[in-house]
């Protein structure tokens, strides 16, 4: 009964470890190329190395990122090192994980002391180095792949398709919303042999680059790619092509370019909401204006009676100089009732036999002849039985006189 148990253990155990494999296997990415110059090393233990491995791990735990792509730094100057990682467009983020996660530790294996590397897969890449790498396209290294059969018939047609594909695709990777992966894929049936092929296209650069650099690196290696055989590649640092007559990436991970507008529908009807949108908010604004016009109008119309009102009743109230000189008996001692800080105050009778208060004000008051007609206005509009009243004032010969009376 025992020996029975253990053989079906182990049976278990060996099926286990047999479904297991494929799945472990799987994770392992497809190596395809690396590169890592002698031009400069760094030593065992050094602080470089320290950075390098600091940005290999960053790397490593960015690598569930949706978008596919991560760049990093550590350490400063002339130590400083740069990073990133960039997972093919149509994969999910469990391959993308795997791949970089693997890259990170065999790129060791490839580029023990280079202080600059970088490792390709089918899957992903993986670069660092001791210089900016971020947002500029790179000059190389440069890297070809091809299929081992070539095109025998209608090369010439073969080859003037697979550059019009590429060229379709470059376009569209280059052109994707800001955010989005500078990742694109097309697929088309095309004729270079006795029947119809499908022919299918990828084209990816890292996101970092603006569409202008990204095309001009797509148009780079694109240059690069031939296109005489039945499949190809090419791979730089910053971009990567390939063709293939048989599908070599994930369709339901590709998202579908969006389609151009049909004549006459989105571009026309985008036509009512712009004027639904600009019109109200044109109209709102002159509506405004003409508000703010009438509102100076009728505040400069007000202004202007003010001002009107007041020169008639100062004018209406400006007597002569003769005639309260005449009243006072030139302004005498005996008619003289009190004195102030800004002038002197008699007693008068004009010639109708009304009595008047003359408020006869100093030479030194400092009071100029607006001010005096502005206060001459102010005393004129004040009316309360408990006040006296202004009858008139005389501004002549530099003397200034008010004229009130009871």
Request: hydrophobic share 35%; charged share 15%; aromatic share 10%.
């Amino acid at each position: 009964m025992q020996i029975s148990t253990v053989s079906t253990n182990l049976l278990l155990l060996v099926i286990v470890l047999s479904l297991l494999s494929p799945a472990i296997e799987a994770q392992q990415p497809t190596y395809l190329y690396h590169d890592c110059p002698n031009t400069t090393t760094f030593t065992v233990n050094s602080t470089y190395q320290a950075n390098r491995n600091t940005v290999l791990s960053s790397l490593s735990s960015n690598s569930t990122r949706g978008d596919g792509f991560y760049n990093t730094t550590a350490g400063r100057s002339p130590d400083m090192v740069y990073g990133l990682f960039l997972c093919r467009g149509d994969l999910s983020t469990s391959v993308c994980q795997a791949c970089v996660t693997f890259a990170t530790t065999d790129i060791s294996q490839h580029c023990p002391n280079q202080t600059t590397a970088v490792v390709w897969y089918d899957e992903c890449l993986l670069r660092y180095s001791n210089g900016n790498i971020f947002s500029v396209v790179a000059g190389g290294p440069t890297f070809i792949l091809r299929s081992s059969q070539n095109v025998t018939d209608n090369q010439d047609l073969f080859n003037q398709q697979v550059l019009a594909m590429m060229n379709d695709t470059a376009n569209q990777a280059a052109n994707t919303p800001e955010g989005a992966k500078k990742f694109a894929t097309r697929e088309e049936d095309v004729n270079f042999s006795s029947t119809f092929e499908a022919l299918y296209t990828l084209g990816q650069c890292t996101p970092d680059l603006i569409s202008m650099d990204c095309n001009r690196c797509l148009r780079m290696v694109i240059s690069s790619l031939p296109t005489e055989w039945r499949g190809a590649r090419v791979l730089n640092p910053s971009c990567n092509v390939r063709y293939e007559t048989y599908l070599f990436y994930n369709q339901t991970g590709v998202a579908s370019p969006p389609s151009p507008p049909a004549p006459g529908g989105n571009g026309r009807r985008s036509w009512p909401i712009i004027v639904a949108i600009v019109v109200p908010i044109t109209a709102s604004i002159l509506l405004l204006l003409l508000m703010c016009w009438l509102l100076k109008r009728r505040a400069k119309k007000k202004y202007d009676t003010n001002v009107g009102y007041d020169i008639t009743t100062i004018d209406s109230l400006q007597y002569d100089y003769a005639t309260f000189e005449a009243a006072t008996d030139k302004f005498s001692d005996a008619n003289k009732l009190g004195e102030g800080g800004f002038g002197e105050v008699y007693k008068g009778i004009l010639s109708n036999q009304q009595e008047i208060a003359v408020k006869k004000l100093s030479r030194g008051s400092g009071q100029g002849d607006e001010e005096f007609k502005n206060e001459v206005v102010l005393v004129a509009k004040l009316q309360h039985r408990s006040l006296v009243r202004l009858l008139g004032f005389c501004l002549e010969r530099e003397e200034r006189i008010l004229v009130l009376f009871q």
